[in-house]
């Protein structure tokens, strides 16, 4: 999401009006799924997606509409035959989206949002949590205005305040858990919850032919990318420009030194011998990262596999590698193989 905030923090400096259109709830077979965002200009310019078709041009209209307005909206779409037809894809469940506009904002306000987003995005490189409320002004969902805070895990609050003590102890106790928004009632006021989640950040170990290219788009798939090579002419910032960091280690026995690894981190093996992969691939099973997989035919992986379970390597551990790495689309070149292996980890994270 680094993008997109960063585009509505521009967007706040210009003084542009926009609007914001998130995903709320989906239902059956859906373009994109909860959560998903797309900002939307007063001249119809859009930076994300939620999907295209019929749903997203008359989401467009709708955020054109509430601009003009200087009004929030939750809209409510049912993909019948008609917005199937506009789609071109066989599709039939329902989306709530919930288009949050800013127009006409005063000076202190724009201060104050340009801080809560660039609070959200450190959040998000950092690998730390926080929740955008929105609190709704307003008892029609077709037409209500927000004020919007910040709130930290532990309690901190950035922003225009006045949040519920409830709500603030709902969260510091961990009782919103999930990853997509939701609607929150206390008393007599509704505020909408948007998770920050810690940015998924891909470890590529290895900066050759293959690495090169999977970092390349590794990052216009939104994923952070972190390097490391024990070669300084392959690992370093002028091949990686979009990398979050480069690293060069003197052993990749040391490969993880000063590395966070959670579980929103994925890591590819890429290294240039068997050895290395090796030693890289069993320090991997000691995190507790969401994926981790291997490139190498199935004779190279074999071996590698006899050696762990010679170190008492478990079966069922070796059994949660992906290797060979990647979606057998008959690749070849190094960008073929990067494209195989980004698309398996889209496949992983969509069903995370």
């Known amino acids: 999401m680094e993008l997109l905030n960063?585009?509505?923090?521009?967007?706040?400096?210009?003084?542009q009006s926009f609007a914001i259109v998130t995903i709320m709830t989906h239902k059956g077979s859906t373009p994109r799924t909860s959560g998903s965002k797309m900002i939307v200009l007063k001249d119809r310019t859009i930076f994300g997606t939620i999907g295209g078709g019929l749903v997203e041009a008359l989401t467009i209209d709708a955020c054109i509409d509430m601009i003009k307005k200087n009004q929030c909206q939750i809209k409510e779409f049912a993909l019948n035959q008609k917005l199937k037809d506009g789609l071109d894809m066989v599709c039939g469940g329902d989306l709530t989206v919930f288009i949050d506009t800013f127009a006409k904002i005063s000076d202190d306000l724009i201060l104050e949002l340009d801080s809560i987003f660039n609070k959200i995005i450190a959040l998000e490189k950092k690998g730390k949590k926080g929740f955008l409320v929105?609190?709704?002004?307003?008892?029609?969902?077709?037409?209500?205005t927000c004020k919007k805070s910040l709130i930290l895990p532990d309690g901190t609050i950035t922003g225009q305040g006045l949040i519920p003590k409830p709500l603030i102890e709902a969260i510091q106790n961990n009782q919103f858990s999930g990853s997509f928004p939701i609607l929150y009632n206390h008393n007599l006021e509704e505020y909408i919850i948007e998770p920050v989640q810690p940015r998924d950040t891909?470890?590529?170990f290895g900066a050759g032919h293959v690495g090169f290219q999977l970092a390349k788009v590794a990052?216009?798939?939104?994923?952070?990318?972190?390097?490391?090579?024990?070669?300084d002419e392959f690992s370093n910032r002028q091949r990686f420009p979009d990398a979050k960091d480069v690293i060069v280690v003197d052993n990749?026995?040391?490969?993880?030194?000063?590395l966070k690894?959670?579980?929103?981190?994925y890591i590819v093996i890429l290294t240039r011998g068997h050895l290395y992969d090796q030693v890289v691939l069993e320090a991997a099973l000691?995190?507790?990262?969401?994926?981790?997989?291997?490139i190498g035919s199935r004779g190279k992986r074999e071996?590698?596999?006899?050696n762990l379970r010679e170190k008492g390597i478990l079966e069922n551990t070796l059994k949660t590698i992906y290797s060979p790495i990647g979606i057998e689309i008959n690749s070849e070149t190094p960008g073929e193989i990067a494209i195989s292996i980004i698309a398996q980890i889209i496949q992983f994270r969509a069903t995370k």
């Not at 990052?219 to 390097?227: K, L």
């Not at 690894?261 to 981190?265: F, K, R, T, V």
């Open 219 to 231: 990052h216009i798939t939104d994923f952070q990318v972190v390097v490391v090579d024990d070669r």
């Open 134 to 144: 929105s609190k709704i002004s307003g008892f029609s969902k077709s037409e209500f």
């Open 202 to 204: 891909l470890y590529i």
């Open 252 to 258: 990749f026995k040391n490969a993880y030194n000063n």
């Open 286 to 294: 000691k995190t507790n990262a969401a994926y981790i997989g291997m």
């Open 303 to 306: 071996q590698i596999y006899s």
């Open 261 to 265: 690894i959670d579980d929103h981190s």
């Open 6 to 15: 960063n585009h509505i923090i521009d967007c706040l400096k210009q003084k």
